[in-house]
């Protein structure tokens, strides 16, 4: 595996991978890496060419410091799963590589109502943050591809509008949401739970499997959400939202009726122990 810590020499390499006809998959992480991170290299390895992937935990996301000096570092573990995962080339810049004009920026990127709504009413200014990232990251790697998972389900909505705006040809694809056998999703926060916290977590799943069980079975379409926000609540959880939405053009759009024949999710962020986790769940449909 090759290792590249300026994106000059990053991008040398890649001139010549793609002088050679070869396509480029590209997997963006913030490190920490778990299965889950590591099902998106092996669905990369199988469509393309070649795999990059990333590593940079991203200052301009974070609207709590404190989240950011708390974000988990293991490069050297990221690095044996990812010679293990067979990666080709993993790019390990720094914030003054990433960010050589500074962290302050004037560039605003049209999300629309996309960016106001569950993650983006409760953490103002990341989804910027994440557009903005995943740009320099998109300008600098130039893949054919881009996977990303779906439990981050709202922020991979806001990478397909920025492929959009920015009239990028990269396809994104996103994969399956990997789970714990006990079926809490996979995350890099998982690691700072206690031992207790963590046998606890795995409620957020079973309120999402509540929703699903209940959705379209003769009670009010947001039922199962009330009820789903009420149980966590009473474990111990302080959730921030449970909600039901739809996916319309790459946007989500709070239920107001019964739906139609479209893709639905339910979604959840609650913090427990200290850390927040999210996850969702497609009802019906698919993305």
Not at 38 to 65: G, K
């Amino acid at each position: 595996m090759y290792l590249f810590k300026r994106s000059t020499d990053l991008k040398k390499h890649l001139d010549l991978v793609r002088k050679s006809n070869k396509s480029i998959g590209f997997v963006p992480t913030m490190g920490a890496l778990h299965a889950g991170h590591l099902s998106l290299i092996q669905a990369a390895r199988q469509e393309n060419d070649v795999v990059v992937c990333s590593i940079f935990v991203n200052p301009t996301q974070f609207n709590d410091p404190k989240d950011f000096e708390k974000y988990p570092i293991t490069i050297e573990e990221d690095i044996k799963k990812l010679n293990n995962a067979s990666t080709d080339i993993l790019f390990l810049p720094s914030v003054e590589e990433m960010y050589p004009e500074g962290l302050e920026s004037d560039l605003h990127y049209d999300f629309g109502d996309l960016e106001t709504i569950l993650e983006g009413k409760f953490r103002p200014g990341h989804f910027q943050g994440v557009g903005r990232i995943v740009h320099k990251l998109l300008d600098i790697v130039q893949p054919d591809q881009l996977f990303m998972g779906q439990k981050d389900l709202q922020q991979c909505l806001i990478i397909r509008r920025l492929l959009f705006v920015t009239h990028s040809p990269v396809k994104l694809v996103v994969c399956p949401t990997e789970r714990e056998s006990d079926g809490l999703a996979m995350s890099s926060r998982n690691a700072r739970l206690s031992p207790a916290a963590r046998k606890k977590a795995v409620a957020i799943y079973q309120a999402l499997l509540h929703i699903k069980n209940n959705f379209g079975k003769g009670l009010h379409f947001m039922e199962g959400a009330h009820e789903a926000f009420d149980a966590l609540k009473k474990q111990g959880f302080e959730p921030e939202y449970v909600d039901i939405l739809q996916v319309d053009n790459d946007t989500l759009l709070h239920l107001d009726q019964p739906p139609g024949n479209t893709t639905v999710v339910a979604a959840v962020a609650a913090w427990l122990d200290g850390v927040r986790l999210i996850d969702n769940m497609i009802l019906q449909g698919s993305l």
